[in-house]
């Protein structure tokens, strides 16, 4: 199974900041890289596919990149309703698998 | 509108049996791959089965295979997952998930349900 690691786990961070969060697969998988943001007690919402796709409706804030086995989700001016927890998802092959997530926390 | 809705959880004593379904509306259902997603209280999310719309292919983690059984019901425009030989490490909020593209299999997920909570436990 491929595996996927996020990092950091949680941070701190203030409104307005630029946040970066990284997912690195333990095998390449091109860029079959998702992204989810998931608020306590709500389903996960799909943010950015195919590593850099913008998901209609998504707010241009939020941006990815990497290929191979490196990725990188950034919000460019963080707001308030994106104090959540971020998931990376590889789909590049089944068992489809998920990291371990990164929680944005109000400084 | 999109919507698809699970139903089926509850309480369960280990070695037992559940079926969850997930009706779904606002789309072509026979068109796009559909899966199950759980989540254990506190924890992250970990991808449980998926089908191609079609219903001829199915996939499983390793942590199911054997036990579950993904299927649809196109006509009806539901989802199933059955679940066997239930383990305390199957409790979970599960969620029935919609492929972002139709005709394919593409593993990620635009829609999701609210979840059902599956408790195993005596």
């Known amino acids: 199974d491929i595996q996927m690691t996020q990092s950091p786990s949680s941070l701190s961070a203030s409104v307005g900041d630029r946040v970066t969060f990284t997912c690195r697969a333990s095998?390449?998988?091109?860029?079959?890289l998702n992204w989810y943001q998931q608020k306590p007690g709500k389903a996960p919402k799909l943010l950015i596919y195919?590593?850099?796709s913008l998901r209609s409706g998504v707010p241009s804030r939020f941006s990815g990149s990497g290929s191979g086995t490196d990725f990188t989700l950034t919000i460019s001016s963080l707001q308030p309703e994106d104090f959540a927890t971020y998931y990376c998802?590889?789909?590049?092959?089944?068992?489809?698998?998920f990291g371990g997530g990164t929680k944005v926390e109000i400084k | 509108e999109v919507q698809v809705l699970e139903s089926g959880g509850g309480l369960v004593q280990p070695g037992g049996s559940l079926r969850l379904s997930c009706a779904a509306s606002?789309?072509?259902?026979?068109?796009?791959?559909m899966s199950w997603v759980r989540q254990a209280p506190g924890k992250g999310l970990e991808w449980v089965s998926g089908?191609?719309?079609?219903?001829?292919?199915?996939y499983y983690a390793d942590s199911v295979k054997g036990r579950f059984t993904i299927s649809r019901d196109n006509s009806k425009n539901t989802l199933y997952l059955q679940m066997n030989s239930l383990r305390a490490e199957d409790t979970a909020v599960y969620y029935c998930?919609?492929?972002?593209?139709?005709?394919?299999?593409?593993?990620?997920?635009?829609?999701w349900g609210q979840g059902t909570l599956v408790t195993v436990a005596s």
């Open positions: 095998q390449t998988i091109s860029t079959y």
């Open positions: 998930a919609k492929d972002l593209d139709e005709w394919g299999y593409e593993g990620y997920f635009d829609y």
């Open positions: 606002g789309f072509t259902f026979s068109s796009y791959a």
């Open positions: 089908i191609r719309g079609s219903g001829v292919s199915t």
């Open positions: 195919s590593a850099s």
């Open positions: 998802q590889q789909s590049y092959t089944n068992p489809l698998t």
